[in-house]
Nanobody
Framework: QVQLVESGGGLVQAGDSLRLSCAASGRTVSSYTMGWFRQAPGKERDFVAAIVWSGGITYYADSVKGRFTISRDNAQNTVYLQMNSLKPEDTAVYYC??????????????????WGQGTQLTVSS
């Protein structure tokens, strides 16, 4: 069993930067595909970014491409989401997710087996 705990959320202004962290415990996630999703009030949980186990391949939603960067430190069993040029529409609860090494549909919530409890990001205009 894997436990994922997100941290780093908060209240920031538009244009600011912030880094989210996702610490894994219970089992090493070095062989897992890791992802970040977000859910705004009244909306579905949407894909943000994913990174394969080696860190060599990353995927991004079009809405965050060029502004967000996902990375991982397998030695620390931690995944990060660096968010730059934040916009009010980035406001959401951000969730970390872990899935098998090879995922065909990395943007689908159903592809991931483990989820964190989420961390709130609020971007004011």
């Amino acid at each position: 069993q894997v436990q994922l705990v997100e941290s780093g959320g908060g209240l920031v202004q538009a244009g600011d930067s912030l880094r989210l962290s996702c610490a894994a415990s219970g089992r090493t996630v070095s062989s897992y595909t890791m992802g970040w999703f977000r859910q705004a009030p009244g909306k579905e949980r949407d894909f943000v970014a994913a990174i394969v186990w080696s860190g060599g391949i990353t995927y991004y939603a079009d809405s965050v491409k060029g502004r967000f960067t996902i990375s991982r430190d397998n030695a620390q069993n931690t995944v990060y989401l660096q968010m730059n040029s934040l916009k009010p529409e980035d406001t959401a609860v951000y969730y970390c997710a872990g899935g098998p090494p090879f995922i065909r549909s990395w943007s689908l919530t159903s592809a991931y087996d483990y989820w964190g409890q989420g961390t709130q990001l609020t971007v004011s205009s």
